[in-house]
T-cell receptor
Framework: LAKTTQPISMDSYEGQEVNITCSHN???????ITWYQQFPSQGPRFIIQ???TKVTNEVASLFIPADRKSSTLSLPRVSLSDTAVYYC???????????????FGQGTTLQVKP | EAGVAQSPRYKIIEKRQSVAFWCNPI?????LYWYQQILGQGPKLLIQ????????DSQLPKDRFSAERLKGVDSTLKIQPAKLEDSAVYLC????????????FGPGTRLTVT
């Protein structure tokens, strides 16, 4: 199972773009990269998922280089409400018995300041 | 669409007592997961069900933890007897079950063992 490494914490200010990088050197060919967000006293919430190049949705962008050994979650113009823990995960959780499970690391605690 | 429901939200018990948590997944979701999240750490998968069958329970402490998902819908996680180190938030999640799908998490049950 691929292990991920990400910064423990980051600080930013409102209106700035935030980039959180995750390292996953042992990613397997069939693995996807998924990011979750967790607010205090809530369960994690799916943000974005990708396999290669770039994926964008209404919340964030995910940049994945060709070697797929790292990925970067980009949050445009953050606000105070984006203060949360962000988890990078690698795997294929599809419910079948032969696939890897999601492994959450410690995550990156993002603190957005006014 | 209703989200994943969990109860109770909070529970305080003494060590060696037993406790049970209940989860009702999103309607139609075939896969159900139980996670344990200790303060300051990411969620750790305890058990994964596909319908009413167990897909992965490799990290479930089977000497004291048990889980069931009768009829492939709601699920119960039990701890008997509880230890101090079981103090954590217990999260339930569900997903449609096939393919590369996101997991939807409930609010969790915060367990304190004294």
């Amino acid at each position: 199972l691929a292990k991920t490494t990400q910064p423990i914490s980051m600080d930013s200010y409102e209106g700035q773009e935030v980039n959180i990088t995750c390292s996953h050197n042992n990613i397997a060919t069939n693995d996807y990269i998924t990011w979750y967000q967790q607010f205090p006293s809530q369960g994690p919430r799916f943000i974005i998922q990708g396999y290669k190049t770039k994926v964008t949705n209404e919340v964030a962008s995910l940049f994945i280089p060709a070697d797929r050994k790292s990925s970067t979650l980009s949050l445009p113009r953050v606000s105070l409400s984006d203060t949360a823990v962000y988890y990078c995960l690698v795997g294929r959780p599809d419910g079948s018995s032969n696939t890897g499970k999601l492994i959450f690391g410690q995550g990156t605690t993002l603190q957005v300041k006014p | 669409e209703a989200g994943v429901a969990q109860s109770p939200r909070y529970k305080i018990i003494e060590k060696r007592q037993s406790v049970a948590f209940w989860c009702n997944p999103i309607s139609g979701h075939a896969t159900l997961y139980w996670y344990q999240q200790i303060l300051g750490q990411g969620p750790k998968l305890l058990i994964q069900f596909q319908n009413n069958g167990v897909v992965d329970d490799s990290q479930l402490p089977k000497d004291r933890f048990s889980a069931e998902r009768l009829k492939g819908v709601d699920s119960t996680l039990k701890i008997q007897p509880a230890k101090l180190e079981d103090s954590a938030v217990y999260l339930c999640a569900s997903s449609p079950g096939t393919g590369l799908v996101e997991q939807y998490f409930g609010p969790g049950t915060r367990l304190t063992v004294t």
